[in-house]
């Protein structure tokens, strides 16, 4: 089968940890493999250094004000990268983003010919209100994202439920359904991962441990989950919790634990690139919790689950359309008394949270590998469609 040149185009990468930087990343790095050349083209972050030979293509950024540490990119400054992307004899090009990096991938493609993809990740809206809080600018802003997924060739989400915000935000198009994956092989025996992540942790067995992965910010709904932890603790006195990640808000999580009383159980850690440490402390987690109304896909759930440590989802989010109660996860109402005897259920009936951990794994765990070789297959068929 011929090779193809393909370029990934997003505004999020490494060492920007997320949802949309690990999709790019396990994209490029299957993509490779299977379909050929890969580029990932990403605005630069200062004091981060690329792997040689990693196709990483960084244009001119700079810092947002009000959500570090995402830049905000200015790749028509940027004559170097523009050189440089000329020069790339791409077959396809694929954006994962509507702002600076999406708009770039487009003129690429237009220059050259050559078809566009735009997934839709993010409930942009949630984000833009934070940052401007003047409805007709965001709504002019929301406007622009609906246009810039009318001018791609080809419109995905990562499953049906996006496809609604997709839809509440103005776009009418069609669009196609390609599921994200995880880059954790699920291991059949978590003990020792469990043991390992336990140590690690200085967390003993006879605690039970909840457990976060992902974003320190508001739009995660992270101060409701603050909220509920009292409730937890004091039913069961041995609960300790586990924040991993970083962002704006991580400051104000800890001041609100601290007001609370609770400070002292709680262990907030810094963002973890090491992914077989972060498989440890995956499965030293008895319970997953997960309270995010913002997510579209939630990644981490998958990858707890893999680790068979399953989550408790807020009903109707986007993160839980794949969640069957007390099946493969747990759904709990959007209030914090219900949340947190949703938690306390789920651990009092170890027996049964034995088998939600067996069933999450087994229904929620694709492999980055699998979502390649679809993909690869899909830019073909538009590459086949494209030139005839």
Excluded at 83 to 110: M, Q, T, W
Excluded at 142 to 159: A, G, M, S
Excluded at 208 to 236: C, T, W
């Amino acid at each position: 089968m011929n090779k193809i040149t393909i370029g990934l185009f997003s505004d999020a990468y490494i060492p920007i940890i997320d949802g949309v930087s690990i999709t790019v990343k396990n994209y490029a790095y299957w993509l490779r493999k299977i379909a050929g050349t890969t580029y990932i083209v990403v605005p630069y972050i200062p004091h981060f250094q690329d792997e040689a030979d990693s196709g990483i293509i960084r244009f001119l950024s700079f810092p947002t004000l009000v959500r570090p540490p995402y830049r905000i990119g200015l790749p028509d400054l940027d004559l170097r990268v523009q050189l440089i992307l000329n020069e790339k004899e791409f077959d396809i090009v694929h954006a994962h983003s509507p702002f600076a990096a999406g708009k770039l991938a487009l003129r690429v493609a237009r220059k050259k010919n050559i078809p566009v993809i735009a997934t839709f990740h993010s409930k942009y809206r949630d984000d833009l209100t934070r940052a401007i809080a003047i409805k007709p600018i965001v709504d002019d802003q929301i406007k622009r994202i609906v246009d810039f997924y009318y001018t791609v060739d080809q419109v995905w989400v990562p499953q049906e439920s996006v496809a609604r915000t997709l839809r509440e935000y103005g776009y009418q198009g069609p669009y196609e359904v390609v599921e994200n994956g995880i880059d954790f092989e699920p291991p059949a025996d978590t003990n020792s991962y469990r043991a390992n992540g336990g140590a690690y942790l200085n967390l003993p067995p006879e605690y039970s441990v909840g457990l976060y992965v992902g974003q320190h910010v508001l739009e995660k709904n992270l101060e409701f989950l603050i909220r509920s932890l009292p409730l937890i603790m004091d039913a069961l006195p041995k609960f300790r919790m586990v924040f991993v990640g970083k962002g704006y808000a991580k400051e104000t999580l800890i001041d609100l634990a601290r007001q609370l009383g609770i400070l002292d159980k709680i262990i907030f850690h810094d963002g973890i690139l090491d992914r077989e440490l972060l498989k440890a402390i995956y499965a030293r987690g008895d319970i997953f919790l997960f309270p995010s109304l913002y997510d579209t896909s939630g990644l981490v759930v998958r990858e707890a689950a893999a680790m068979k440590t399953p989550a408790v989802l807020i009903k109707g989010a986007d993160a839980a359309a794949f969640i069957t109660d007390q099946e493969n996860g747990y759904l709990a109402k959007n209030d914090i008394e219900d949340f947190a005897k949703t938690v306390l259920h789920a651990l009092h009936d170890r027996e049964k949270l034995l088998m939600v951990a067996e069933k999450a794994q087994q229904t929620l765990c694709r492999t980055w590998e699998n979502v390649a070789q679809e993909v690869s297959k899909r830019y073909r068929a538009i590459l086949n469609r494209w030139a005839k």
